[in-house]
């Protein structure tokens, strides 16, 4: 089964539901990946690390971000997506 992550698709209320499932850091690291603070303009796993500082790297935002989607997941936060066949 997939799901739609695509935090822009869902209504602002239910973003906010999304990212307060997350611990402070999580939140943020999915907040400054995905847009949700400008627009929904994505931001490299390098841009987030260099934004965060506090000596994030590229790859602690990688597992960061997979942590947090898989948490949410887990938690049946994500909208299931159904195949065309």
């Given at each position: 089964m997939?799901?739609n992550?695509?935090?822009a698709s869902y209504p602002r ?7 307060e499932m997350?611990?402070t850091?999580e939140?943020?690291v999915?907040?400054l990946?995905y847009?949700?603070d400008?627009?929904f303009?994505?931001?490299t796993?390098?841009?987030?690390a260099?934004?965060l500082g ?6 602690s935002?990688?597992r ?8 949410l ?7 299931a997506q159904?195949?065309?066949?």
């Amino acid at each position: 089964m997939s799901y739609n992550i695509n935090l822009a698709s869902y209504p602002r209320e239910r973003r906010i539901q999304i990212l307060e499932m997350l611990d402070t850091h999580e939140r943020q690291v999915l907040t400054l990946r995905y847009g949700v603070d400008n627009g929904f303009i994505a931001r490299t796993l390098s841009e987030v690390a260099e934004i965060l500082g506090n000596g994030e790297t590229r790859e602690s935002v990688r597992r960061t971000e997979a942590r947090a989607i898989q948490s949410l997941v887990q938690r049946g936060a994500f909208d299931a997506q159904t195949e065309d066949a």
